[in-house]
């Protein structure tokens, strides 16, 4: 009734703040329906969005690509050297040691010196016989020219030269050997004699060792035989210079197999001109073989330690996979896969730690 009345009564002042309240009110509610449709939306899109990524990992990734890699087989070895008995061939008294222990000698060097007085006295006399016989021969050879002698005394004349000749360097040669000389230049070991010993034929005096030139001997297992090769580089280090690496070459292969523990014998040159390595040092050798194609290698922190062995997580559709590899070679930073991957395949490199299998990731670029 009062609002009949009022809207009959235009311009009351009662009836423009009715009109005012019901226009605040309408405006209040549709503030009120629109905020709550946004609310509802936005509710709506977070939910969506959770559902169709829950728990996704941020992670980096790498593809598994071909790669060529050297190949190598190590073994340990033992240094040995060019090593002979030095030995008279003729029994006598030692007369004079000509060397100092230990010492560099060079190859011809006179090392001892046995009393040789009875064979230079024998080698005078032969030689004062081969004088005679040359004078002899000449005055036959001359003479049958003249048609004095028979052809008969002049061939007994030059037979009668070539044995006392013969007779001559036979001396010239026993004086030699009573003294002994290095076959090759080395180094002279302690000497087993004294001057005034007497030594007999084959008995040691000295040792003389070549440590210029080395051999390490090694074995590898029978399985790298198709690919060992004569002059194939050796790298060799030793635990008295642990940053130091020395070179060598293959020399010999051994052409059978050893039955006990099925390896092929070897050994390689190396060059000792300073005398840092010594002959019965062991050392670790790295032999090289060439190289392998087509290998398939992964960097090594993609790897995650569990009981069967090494596992990575492969990214396939957006989530990851735990696959378990078969490692072979480790080269710097990166390993060989041998099984389970292929060229191609993505794998996790940096954030697997907090993958699991079959959760969805994210990489991060």
Known sequence: MLRKYLKAKTGHPLNNYIEDFAMKKKIAIGSIILLAAATWGIVKYRSQSSASDPGAVWVQTVQVKESTIPLEVKAIGTL??????????????????????????????????????????????????????????????????????????????????????ANAQEMSVMVNKMKLAAPFSGVVGKSKVNPGDYVTTGQSVVTLTDTKNLRIEYNVPEKYLPLLKLGQDVSITTATYPDKTFTGKVSYISPTINAENRSVSLYADVTNAADMLAPGMFVNVQQSLGTEEKVRMIPARSLVPVMEGEQV?????????????????????????????????????????????????????
Not at 143 to 162: E, F, M, R
Not at 328 to 343: D, H, Y
């Open 80 to 165: 040995t050297a060019r090593s002979v008995e030095i030995t008279p061939e003729i029994a006598g008294h030692v007369q004079k040691i000509l060397f100092q222990d230990g010492t560099f000698v060079k190859r011809d060097t006179p090392l001892i010196q046995l009393d040789d007085a009875v064979y230079k006295a024998k080698y005078e006399s032969a030689m004062a016989q081969l004088s005679y016989s040359e004078n002899d021969y000449r005055r036959k050879n001359l003479l049958g020219k003249q048609g004095a002698i028979t052809k008969q005394a002049i061939d007994q004349a030059d037979a009668d030269l070539k044995e006392k000749r």
């Open 313 to 365: 997580y492969k990214v396939v559709d957006g989530k990851a996979f735990a696959v378990t590899v078969t490692i072979g070679k480790r080269i710097e930073e990166n390993v060989q896969i041998l099984q389970g991957l292929s060229i191609g395949d993505t794998i996790i490199t940096d954030g697997q730690l907090k993958v699991k299998n079959g959760i969805p990731v994210k990489v991060n670029s």
